[in-house]
């Protein structure tokens, strides 16, 4: 699974540069991002993608009470996105990039930090939607949530746990994103997304999800045990 992860570049300018996010969204640095918060990704759709600002853990369309829902589906499984009735419109139809520098695992109950090996930008391949209670008025505004694919691990990241999310390369995106791609071709991009990645171990501040500092990346020597 992928229940953590960062943005951690200093220079807002490099994201901007790298994904079509505009100019009026806010970035700041994260060092924890955990469920339930809102992130920074980018939307495909009938228009050109877009930034957006979406809650993590996808609450689809058709749910009654976005609280039952969106603790659960943070993560989608690639082998099922097509199938599972939570994510088959959004797989079909929105799907996103969630934009990211790292993500967190743990082993033996250590966190640690997994980048791509040349320390680049990347993005997760996300799905999501939009949800609004039945009863409200359609100039209400909707509320926009995501999950992260998630695939086998892959290399080293085998060595910390079975899962991993799908890590897209920049060639890809703009196939993920455009709502006409085939399925056949998303599952390919799904299967074939696999860049160089290493890990190292962190603080465990980052255990706190409320906890949003520089000293999660910290060495573990170098944090206080919580």
Request: proline letters at 10%.
């Amino acid at each position: 699974m992928c229940g953590r992860y960062t943005l951690a570049t200093p220079d807002p300018s490099q994201l901007r540069a790298r994904f079509p996010i505009g100019e009026s969204l806010e970035v700041r640095r994260r060092f924890n991002v955990a469920p339930g918060d809102d992130v920074l990704a980018v939307v495909g759709g009938k228009a050109d993608p877009a930034g957006a600002l979406l809650r993590w853990g996808l609450v689809p369309f058709w749910a009654s009470d976005p609280r039952e829902v969106g603790v659960t589906t943070i993560n989608a499984r690639a082998e099922t996105v097509a199938e599972r009735p939570a994510y088959r419109d959004a797989f079909a139809r929105r799907r996103c990039l969630i934009v990211a520098d790292g993500f967190y695992e743990w082993s033996g109950g250590v966190p640690h930090w997994i980048t791509r090996e040349d320390g680049q930008l990347f993005g997760f391949a996300g799905l999501w939607a939009s949800w609004r209670p039945r009863e409200t008025a359609d100039d209400v505004e909707p509320l926009r949530s995501c999950s992260i694919v998630t695939t086998a691990a892959r290399g080293p990241v085998r060595d910390l746990h079975d899962r991993m999310p799908v890590i897209l390369s920049p060639a890809d995106e703009r196939a993920w994103l455009d709502p006409g791609t085939p399925p056949d071709d998303l599952h390919a991009l799904l299967a074939s997304a696999d860049p160089s990645l290493v890990f190292r171990p962190v603080s465990r501040a980052v255990n706190d999800a409320r906890h949003d500092e520089p000293d999660c990346l910290d060495p573990p020597e170098q944090a206080a045990l919580f």
